[in-house]
């Protein structure tokens, strides 16, 4: 079992910057990628971002050049993984519940039956 807790979420102006982390405990030997998802209101979920375990990353169109991805991966036996997303120059469409991913494969987007996700954190960007 892999347990995702997201932080950092919050209500920003137009043009401000957030950081959000994802905490991941558990068996976390298991994960591979890791990455974010956002979904808004009568919207479909979207990745926002991924970070594979050898920390190649992608982007979703709409945030290239604007976020980036990073993540933290442990050394040793105490199992704990965090992935950020950095969130720069945000817009009123960026509005959502982002939500953290972990998959079992270095491919964040394949849905396999070993994906944890995390409750999400709403941002607001909003003047």
């Known amino acids: 079992q892999v347990q995702l807790v997201e932080s950092g979420g919050g209500l920003v102006q137009p043009g401000a910057s957030l950081r959000l982390s994802c905490a991941a405990s558990?068996?976390?030997?298991?994960?591979?990628?890791m990455g974010w998802y956002r979904q808004a209101p009568g919207k479909q979920r979207e990745l926002v971002a991924g970070?594979?375990?050898?920390?190649?990353?992608?982007?979703?169109?709409?945030v290239k050049g604007r976020f980036t991805v990073s993540r933290d991966n442990a050394k040793n036996t105490v199992y704990l993984n965090t992935v950020y997303l950095q969130m720069n120059s945000l817009k009123p469409e960026d509005t959502a519940v982002y939500l953290c991913?972990?998959?079992?494969?270095?491919?964040?987007?394949?849905?396999?039956?070993?994906?944890?996700w995390g409750q999400g954190t709403q941002v607001t960007v909003s003047s």
């Open positions: 558990g068996t976390i030997f298991s994960i591979r990628a």
């Open positions: 991913k972990s998959s079992p494969y270095d491919n964040i987007d394949w849905v396999t039956t070993g994906d944890y």
């Open positions: 970070i594979t375990s050898e920390g190649r990353t992608y982007y979703g169109d709409s």
